[in-house]
């Protein structure tokens, strides 16, 4: 089997941008972000702030006024095809991606849609299922897979596609702390630019190089992990105070020493 291709991750920019399902009622308010080529870049906000919505324009699935630079490629109409080449997309619920009858057909679906021969597929299948620890369950039934397991599969069918941006919807919703650890290390290993988007503060911080916090819409602070987690009179303005939980196994007499 050929190793895995390396892959390199572009640089993504937003201006600008403008979108409502409703016209009288905007969703993103003038979003601008700057994200490095290979940076792990968390989005981070309350229930409702946007962070969904605005994945969801990184390869043209939504379209707002102002501008998404992925790399050299501008998203737009005529550029669909360019830019979905470069962002790959995990959505919070994998049963949104896995929709064949095995999970070898699902990882192989997207290099196949590119071109690539079977036996190229059948390459980046292997590769990509040995990335995420799935190798053996080609000619398994997705949906009789763990929700763990399926999570893994539907990125299994991302990595397969090798693009340049990996974008996260909720990675760790739903998951047990020995899979959120998984999760991150996974993450963390990836030669691609990843973008996360996560109410799960302890482990978007923990995984991220910068976060940029969302609140109705706005972009309301962007910085490095360890100082937003020290501001606790930020977190609680904008809706993500964790420490709360602390406090409260405390008042309980649980003793937790984070030294």
């Known amino acids: 089997m050929s190793e895995p291709a390396k892959m390199a991750g572009a640089g993504v920019k937003v201006e600008d941008l403008v979108f409502g399902y409703e016209e009288s009622r905007p969703v993103l308010r003038g979003v601008s972000l700057d994200i490095r080529p290979g940076e792990r870049f968390g989005i981070l906000g309350p229930s409702g702030a946007g962070k ?16 998404v630079r992925v790399g050299d490629v501008v998203v737009g109409r005529e550029t669909l095809a360019a830019a ?9 619920n994998p ?12 990882v192989a679906f997207g290099p196949l849609n590119l071109g690539l021969s079977r036996e190229e597929a059948r390459v980046r299948v292997a590769n990509a299922l040995a990335r995420v620890g799935l190798t053996g369950f080609e000619r398994r039934t997705p949906h009789r897979l763990s929700l763990g ?9 991302v990595l397969a596609m090798e693009p340049e941006v990996v974008a996260f919807d909720e990675p760790f919703s739903n998951l047990n702390p020995a899979l959120v650890k998984s999760l991150t ?11 996360l988007v996560s109410q799960q503060m302890l482990p978007a911080l923990a995984v991220c190089d910068r976060v940029a916090v969302l609140v109705e819409g706005r972009v309301v602070r962007t910085g490095a992990p360890a100082a937003l987690a020290a501001d606790r009179a930020f977190l609680a303005s904008a809706g993500l105070d964790f420490w709360n939980s602390l406090e409260a196994a405390r008042a309980k007499g649980i003793r937790i020493s984070l030294d």
Do not use: C, M, Y
């Open 52 to 67: 969904s919505t605005l994945l969801l324009h990184l390869n043209g699935l939504l379209w707002g006024s102002g501008l």
């Open 185 to 195: 290390e996974l993450i963390a290993g990836l030669e691609a630019t990843v973008i």
């Open 84 to 92: 979905r080449r470069k962002v790959g997309l995990v959505f919070e």
């Open 149 to 157: 397991e399926r999570k893994r599969a539907a990125l299994a069918a």
């Open 95 to 106: 049963d949104d991606q896995l929709f064949t009858p095995t999970v070898e057909e699902d």
